[in-house]
């Protein structure tokens, strides 16, 4: 059984670029959320996509957006970068869209200069 | 809506001492319980969950938590710390309604001393 990955690792990008970032969930997950945790903070919810529908929203303008594909995979996309996007960007996948237990990826390092 | 404040923001102790790392968080519903651990340069590993039933759950790596509803917390504790066990740990929270939504407290950085 393989769990969360992301890609790429790491990203460098400069502001006003877009930037598209990976994720594949756990395998029989059909639930993913995105999280972005800034330096020396806790993780902040993005978004929830289940069964390829946003299935809740957090406190991000809509320049953050996803996508969820037919094997569950998704992508987060954020346009118009800007310096405080700055950030580590988690992924988690959890087996239902009920289901409690998140399992996390390693997460996607982005740098805005 | 949820919050979730961690009351110390860095704990440093010595290998063998015991540790607790403190939780309180605020909820007008019910919620789910959570500890995350994140090693350097890694994403969150889950060490323990509180769902129902017994207030007291036993984790990964020798950690446990008690779930105390009437101070709304839920503090991490392990008995003897190891050198391995230097990590940021976070508490979360989620609705146990809707969208499965973790919100996290700020973290705190467990430093253990040889």
């Known amino acids: 059984e393989t769990g969360v990955t992301q890609s790429p690792t790491h990203l460098i990008k400069t502001r006003g670029q877009q930037v598209t970032l990976r994720c594949s969930s756990q395998?029989?997950?059909?639930?993913v959320s995105w999280y972005q945790q800034a330096l020396g903070q806790g993780p902040q919810f993005i978004f929830q996509?289940?069964?390829?529908?946003?299935?809740g929203r957090g406190n991000f303008p809509p320049r953050f957006s996803g996508l969820q594909f037919p094997n569950y995979s998704s992508e987060l996309n954020v346009n118009a970068l800007e310096l405080d996007d700055s950030a580590l960007y988690l992924c988690?996948?959890?087996?239902?869209?009920?289901?409690?237990?998140?399992?996390f990826g390693p997460g996607t390092r982005l740098l805005v200069l | 809506a949820q919050s979730v404040t961690q009351l110390d923001s860095q704990v440093p102790v010595f290998e063998e001492a015991p540790v607790e790392l403190r939780c309180n968080y605020s909820s007008s519903v019910s919620v789910y319980l959570f500890w995350y651990v994140q090693y350097p340069n890694q994403g969150l590993q889950l060490l323990l969950k509180?769902?129902?039933?017994?207030?007291l759950v036993k984790g990964i790596n020798g950690f446990e938590a008690e779930f105390n509803k009437s101070q709304t917390s839920f503090h991490l504790r392990k008995p003897s710390v190891h050198i391995s066990d230097t990590a940021e740990y976070f508490c979360?929270?989620?609705?146990?309604?809707?969208?499965?939504?973790?919100?996290f407290g700020q973290g705190t950085r467990l430093t253990i001393n040889p």
């Open positions: 509180y769902l129902s039933g017994s207030t």
């Open positions: 996509y289940y069964r390829e529908e946003e299935n």
């Open positions: 979360a929270v989620s609705s146990i309604q809707g969208a499965q939504k973790l919100v």
């Open positions: 988690a996948s959890s087996l239902a869209r009920t289901q409690e237990t998140q399992y």
């Open positions: 395998s029989g997950h059909n639930t």
